[in-house]
Nanobody
C-alpha cells in the first residue's frame, strides 16, 4: 500500500519562507516522477514543480520559478519544496504526488496523492 504524507505548511507573512516535506512509502521512490501541486479555493489543482525520475531534471511553473526549489532524497524517500518570497497568491492546499506516468505537471489519473498541507500567506 502506497502512503504519501506531506508536512510543513503553515501561516506565514508575505515575503517569508516555508519548506514542505513529503515522504512516500510503498513504491520504488526513484522510479517515480514526484510533483508538488496546489489548489486554491475555487480553482483547479495545478502542478507547480516536478522532479523527474532517474535524475531527469526539474520543472517549475512560471508562477513559482525563481522562488521555489524542489529537491529529493531517493535514499530516504523524501521530497521537499523550499518556498521563498511567498506571496498571498501562493495561499493554497499543497499536495505531493507520485507520478508513474511522468506527465507532471499534468495530473495523471493514477497518481498517488497525499492528504495535503495548507499554506496561508498573509499580506
Amino acid at each position: 500500500q502506497v502512503q504519501v504524507v506531506e508536512s510543513g505548511g503553515g501561516l506565514v507573512q508575505a515575503g517569508g519562507s516555508l519548506k514542505l516535506s513529503c515522504t512516500v512509502r510503498g513504491l520504488t521512490f526513484d522510479d517515480y516522477t514526484l510533483g508538488w501541486f496546489r489548489q486554491a479555493p475555487g480553482k483547479e489543482r495545478e502542478g507547480i514543480s516536478c522532479s523527474r525520475y532517474s535524475g531527469g531534471g526539474t520543472y517549475y511553473a512560471a508562477s513559482v520559478k525563481g522562488r521555489f526549489t524542489i529537491s529529493r532524497d531517493n535514499a530516504n524517500n523524501t521530497l521537499w519544496l523550499q518556498m521563498t518570497s511567498l506571496k498571498p497568491e501562493d495561499t493554497a492546499m499543497y499536495y505531493c504526488a507520485a507520478d508513474g506516468a511522468d506527465v507532471c505537471p499534468q495530473i495523471y489519473e493514477d497518481n498517488y496523492w497525499g492528504q495535503g498541507t495548507q499554506v496561508t500567506v498573509s499580506s
